[in-house]
T-cell receptor, first 114, second 112 residues
């Protein structure tokens, strides 16, 4: 019963380094999302995907790229990390059927950029 | 755009009842969700309202008034494990995937 799995759980980067966060879900959900959560800001949507091979921008997409090559995976990339990207990142997935459009979240990745 | 407001912090006593309010303004409202998030953990789904009225699920109930842009989460018979943040989120049908927009969360502390 894995649900949504995020790797890594923790990471420390230096300014300018790059990294990729991986999200995997085993619920056969069509929709997947990447959020960041900062103190006093709530969860904010970075990018989302409505299906394999498709991605779209959310509220705060700048500095991030995403890819969804397989239905079960959604990757979030930081090409050149900045201290402003220090945050907790959550991945979520949901079925596309509106009545069951509940989002299920992974455990999060805590990223610090020095 | 979307605007969601909820109190930042609340404190309540074990065994009591607490009501957490959420007001919202959104252009394409299509449902309101409540999530629970314990410190350092992922948000977990609690309840969902799309029509006006009360939805009850055990010790938790959620109410929605679409005309007032208002919802509340009611927690009964509070337990220490209910200490957590409670996130109000509205679903917007004008976005590509019926995206959710979250409030900043209400941190509830349950005291003995």
């Amino acid at each position: 019963n894995a649900g949504v799995t995020q790797t890594p759980k923790f990471r420390v980067l230096k300014t300018g380094q790059s990294m990729t966060l991986l999200c995997a879900q085993d619920m056969n959900h069509e929709y997947m999302y990447w959020y960041r959560q900062d103190p006093g800001m709530g969860l904010r949507l970075i990018h989302y995907s409505v299906g394999e091979g498709t991605t779209a921008k959310g509220e705060v997409p700048d500095g991030y790229n995403v890819s969804r090559l397989k239905k079960q995976n959604f990757l979030l990339g930081l090409e050149s990390a900045a201290p402003s990207q220090t945050s907790v990142y959550f991945c979520a997935s949901s079925p596309h059927i509106l009545a069951k459009n509940i989002q299920y979240f992974g455990a999060g990745t805590r990223l610090s950029v020095l | 755009g979307q605007n969601i407001d909820q109190p930042t912090e609340m404190t309540a006593t074990e065994g009591a009842i607490v009501q957490i309010n959420c007001t919202y303004q959104t252009s394409g409202f299509n449902g309101l969700f409540w999530y629970q998030q314990h410190a350092g953990e992922a948000p977990t789904f609690l309840s969902y309202n799309v029509l006006d009225g009360l939805e009850e699920k055990g010790r938790f109930s959620s109410f929605l008034s679409r005309s007032k842009g208002y919802s509340y989460l009611l927690l009964k018979e509070l337990q220490m494990k209910d200490s957590a943040s409670y996130l109000c989120a509205v679903r917007d049908e004008e976005t590509g995937a019926n995206n959710l927009f979250f409030g900043t969360g209400t941190r509830l502390t349950v005291i003995p």
